[in-house]
């Protein structure tokens, strides 16, 4: 199975401020990497799939970038709402899995 | 608007079983392959199934942590998707989410709000 590290496991920062979040695959997913987001009590969102194509609906300060095995997810200027967990995840083939999230706390 | 919600979770004893259904809505249902993924408290997501449509013969796909105990199947007639779980684990406790697939494969676009497990004596 292909294994997702993620990284950092929690960031903390400021409204206005820029954040980077990364990926790392087991091995190579190409451009299949997906990103959501889960604030606490609610179920996940699709942020980015195949690796920078935004979900529809999702703000343009979101920015997916990589392939291969090195992949990111950049948020600029920061706003409150965007505080929560993140999750990479590959959708290479079955199994899916999920990187271990990163927790985006406010500073 | 795309709508799917859970039911059926609950408390159960180890080696017992459940069957989690979801209803969906707002979308051809028969036309997409749809996902179970779980949670447990405090922790990551893990995907768990796929079932794909009638026209892929409704193949479906498990986590190796779940295969031969949990059975993915849908009914295209009533938009209804299920997870049959037997000899349950204390280790499945978990919140588990009904997913949609996106329109690129293994995407998760739309979530239902979940259904809790609860597996303990």
């Known amino acids: 199975d292909i294994q997702m590290t993620q990284s950092p496991a929690s960031l903390s920062a400021s409204v206005g401020e820029t954040v980077t979040i990364t990926c790392r695959a087991s091995e190579n997913i190409y451009s299949y990497l997906a990103w959501y987001q889960q604030k606490q009590g609610k179920s996940p969102q699709l942020l980015v799939y195949n690796a920078k194509t935004l979900a529809e609906g999702v703000p343009s300060r979101f920015s997916g970038s990589g392939s291969g095995t090195q992949f990111s997810l950049k948020i600029n200027s920061l706003q409150p709402e965007d505080f929560g967990s993140y999750y990479c995840q590959h959708h290479y083939g079955t199994p899916f899995t999920f990187g271990s999230g990163t927790k985006l706390e406010i500073k | 608007e795309v709508q799917l919600v859970e039911s059926g979770g609950g408390l159960v004893q180890p080696k017992g079983s459940l069957k989690l259904s979801c209803a969906a809505s707002?979308?051809?249902?028969?036309?997409?392959?749809m996902h179970w993924v779980c949670q447990a408290p405090g922790k990551g997501l893990e995907w768990v199934a796929r079932?794909?449509?009638?026209?892929?013969?409704?193949?479906?796909y498990y986590a190796d942590s779940v295969k031969d105990r949990f059975t993915i199947s849908r009914d295209d007639s009533q938009s209804m998707l299920y997870l049959q779980m037997n000899n349950l684990k204390t280790e499945d406790t978990a919140m588990y989410y009904c997913v949609r697939e996106g329109h690129y494969y293994g995407t998760f676009a739309y979530w239902g709000q979940g259904t809790l497990v609860t597996v303990s004596a």
């Open positions: 079932i794909r449509s009638k026209s892929n013969n409704y193949a479906t």
């Open positions: 707002g979308f051809t249902f028969n036309t997409y392959a």
